[in-house]
């Protein structure tokens, strides 16, 4: 299969954040992936459960031959070598490395949602990745990433804080 534009979120808010997102990048980089932008870092606000640290957050742009479900096993086993542990959903973790979008690919499967399911509601989503890709379109809703951070409530777009850039 030719290779296929890919579109990561990554959050950490356990240990040494800004070191876990590093690692995991190099982890996905060691399993064949080829990063080609990354975001900056934000510090964001937990997303769900909220009573917990606050999360590191940031999108990368990469090209995989991996098909999306290859593409998942490579993502779970970042997540292990970097050190996730299993902990409740939307709880805090030490790296959470989701898959946002795969080409224009639409697929709805029990293990694996391309769109990412949540993303068009996630201001730790959808802000980093507007620095990246601004006009690529989510496949279902047809509007830009651009467009779908600007139509977030205020409070899910606001208050985040640039941390860096790695």
Known sequence: MPDKKIYLSLG?????????LKSALKALISGGL???AKSR??????WGVTEQPPFLNMC????????????????KAAEAEVG??????WGPREIDIDIILYDSLILDDPKLTIPHRNMHERGFVLRPLA???????????KKSVAELLAALPPAERDGMVWITAI
């Open 41 to 46: 870092v934000w510090e964001t606000k937990p």
């Open 12 to 20: 950490s808010n356990l240990g040494d954040r800004l070191l876990m």
């Open 34 to 36: 080829t990063i080609e």
């Open 131 to 141: 620095e990246i890709a601004p006009r690529e379109l989510h496949p279902l809703m």
């Open 84 to 89: 996730r542990s299993e902990n409740i959903r």
């Open 60 to 75: 990368a742009a990469a090209r995989t031959e991996l098909e999306p479900f290859e593409l998942l096993r490579l993502v």
